[in-house]
């Protein structure tokens, strides 16, 4: 079967996240002492939604983001590993893999198939499946889903959380709009995403967006560190850059302030946008953001002419890395 198109599977994401909502954690036996999320590419992105999520929840549970074939030396028999590959093929996720079932650790894979499934059917590992046939970059929702699942099955995330609610949230017509507005403006520019530290995943989602599927360099940052360094380097930077800062309704006065500043210093130099981000919950507002940032990315694809759909370069180095491990 043919796999569906990333223009075509991106009004298909609300229905998926709806369809995938009630997939069933696994219940692992033993503590957790820290969670590791061992992906590449857009499988890490829910790893990197996670961690904020984690983290706005005050939870006390190290997460560590590995795009690494190894594993951090401290993995061990209390360290729960969720192995995220879209396609089971991902050279580093399998090689991770390698490394956490010879440690002992505790170990989800979740993948569509490939030969992350393959092996994790001969070591009797847990196995949480993606649906086949879908473009892979819009596949980090439902992984992400599958993670806070599991976070719930072991009572460490004890929120109630409403997945169809967040669907309908994302499918509301004002997120094409305003996307489509933005990507107008984002045409022959170079942008710069900016966030707090609350919503740093949102930044570097944007960034990997721009670069897959419009095809173009960006770059992200969080304040405060940008104000200690980003601003002494547009002194001497393209004309061309846009900076977008992601901006949220629970800043800290002292973020306020410092994104206040650095937009004032560089509003007269330097095309700027800023965009609130909005929800119920902190939940919805993960997940809709990624969404936005998803179909401007598509969008300004598509208004410049450049292919959204195939990432030749990422496939050349693949070709190249192929049976190195």
């Not at 520019?189 to 609350?198: A, G």
Request: glycine content about 6%; proline content about 2%; some cysteine.
């Amino acid at each position: 079967m043919r796999t569906e198109s990333l223009s075509d599977g991106i009004d298909k994401i609300p229905d998926r996240i709806e369809s995938f909502a009630d997939v069933e954690g696994v219940k692992f036996i033993g503590d957790i002492d820290n969670v590791i999320v061992s992906g590449v590419d857009n499988s890490l992105i829910a790893g990197e939604m996670l961690k904020n999520y984690v983290d706005e929840l005050g939870l006390k549970l190290p997460i560590f983001l590995n795009e690494s074939v190894e594993l951090p030396a401290w993995a061990n028999s209390r360290t729960l590993v969720f192995i995220v590959s879209y396609s089971g093929s991902d050279l580093e996720a399998m090689k991770s893999y390698k490394t956490a079932v010879g440690r002992g650790c505790k170990i989800l894979v979740i993948s569509s198939d490939g030969k992350l499934k393959q092996m994790a059917n001969e070591n009797n590992t847990d196995f949480i499946k993606l649906p086949e046939n879908i473009d892979s970059r819009g596949a980090f929702f439902l992984s992400l889903i599958a993670m806070i699942n599991t976070l719930r099955k072991n009572n460490i995330i004890r929120e109630d959380i409403d997945f169809f609610r967040i669907a309908r949230v994302m499918r509301k017509d004002k997120f094409k709009e305003h996307a489509e507005l933005l990507a107008n403006n984002l045409v022959g520019k170079l942008p710069i995403i900016y966030t707090s530290n609350r919503f740093s995943s949102m930044g570097m989602l944007w960034k990997r967006f721009f670069n897959l599927n419009s095809k173009i360099i960006a770059f992200s940052n969080t304040i405060p560190e940008a104000c200690y360094s980003d601003v002494e380097g547009y002194t001497t930077s393209p004309d061309n850059i846009h900076i977008i800062f992601l901006r949220d309704k629970e800043e800290n006065k002292h973020v306020n302030r410092e994104i206040d500043s650095m937009k004032s210093l560089l509003k007269g130099e330097k095309q700027v946008s800023e965009l609130r981000i909005s929800g119920t919950d902190y939940l919805t507002e993960l997940f809709s953001t990624a969404y936005f940032g998803l179909l401007a990315s598509v969008k300004l694809g598509e208004l410049i002419e450049n292919d959204v759909e195939s990432t030749p370069n990422i496939d050349a180095i693949k070709k190249d890395l192929k049976g190195i491990y």
